[in-house]
């Protein structure tokens, strides 16, 4: 089955620094990459996620990419803000867009410091 | 608008006991998941239900578990004989689209059960 490596556990930032978030997967036929935000009570909430026929995909200060060949696909956020602070989970499916059979990271908190 | 609800939103049980997590998802949402999370870990996909059938149950740690979802919108996870080992943070997501049309569908998660066995 699939497996999805996430590194790293805990990330630093300061305020209005980038943080870089980085995930492997295992299975070939995984074609669907979305990334979730889970805040301390809640329940994990989506923020962007990208497909394997796209390289990157931006929305405002999230961005994704995706390496195919490597199988490695990466989180991106630019001007860091304190509210950013939580963990975040990647995940991969072979389900094309389909919450059916993610396959999660372990997560990487990340705290933004003011 | 309600987002997924879950209830209870803690569950003491003892080891051996039946347990029932509730799951209410979005109106008018056809898919429904149910994932498991371990304290510190990503969630484990459990079961997945399109309408009222389960189309893929292949997470189910075994027997003991067993969901439902007889008018395809509320959905019931139970659990038998309970061990220590299932004491974790059960998540329910709904999504209006099961990727159908390979459109992006988002699936919208509850904020979980947290269940403990002692």
């Known amino acids: 089955g699939e497996n999805v490596e996430q590194h790293p556990s805990t990330l630093s930032v300061q305020e209005g620094d980038s943080a870089v978030i980085k995930c492997t997967y295992s299975d070939s036929a995984s074609n669907y990459f979305p990334w979730y935000k889970q805040e301390l009570g809640k329940g994990p909430q989506l923020i962007i996620d990208?497909?394997?026929?796209?390289g990157e995909k931006k929305d405002q200060r999230i961005a994704v990419t995706l390496n195919k060949t490597a199988k490695h696909f990466s989180l991106h956020i630019t001007e860091t803000q304190p509210e950013d602070s939580a963990v975040y989970f990647c995940a991969a499916s072979p389900n094309s867009g389909s919450a059916r059979q993610l396959t999660f990271g372990s997560g990487t908190q990340l705290t933004v410091l003011p | 608008g309600a987002g997924v609800s879950q209830t209870p939103s803690n569950k003491v049980t003892e080891k051996g006991k039946y347990v029932e997590l509730r799951c209410d998802p979005i109106?008018?949402?056809?898919?429904l998941y149910w994932y498991r999370q371990s304290l510190g870990q990503g969630p484990e996909f459990l079961i997945y239900?399109?309408?009222?059938?389960?189309?893929?149950d292949s997470g189910l740690p075994n027997d003991r578990f067993f969901a439902v979802r007889p008018e395809g919108s509320v959905s019931t996870l139970k659990i038998q004989r309970t061990e220590r080992g299932d004491s974790a943070v059960y998540l329910c997501?709904?999504?209006?689209?099961?990727?159908?049309?390979?459109?992006?569908?988002?699936?919208?998660f509850g904020q979980g059960t947290r269940l403990t066995v002692v």
């Open positions: 239900f399109q309408g009222t059938g389960a189309a893929d």
């Open positions: 997501a709904s999504s209006p689209n099961p990727g159908r049309d390979r459109a992006l569908t988002e699936a919208f």
């Open positions: 109106s008018g949402h056809t898919a």
């Open positions: 990208i497909r394997s026929n796209v």
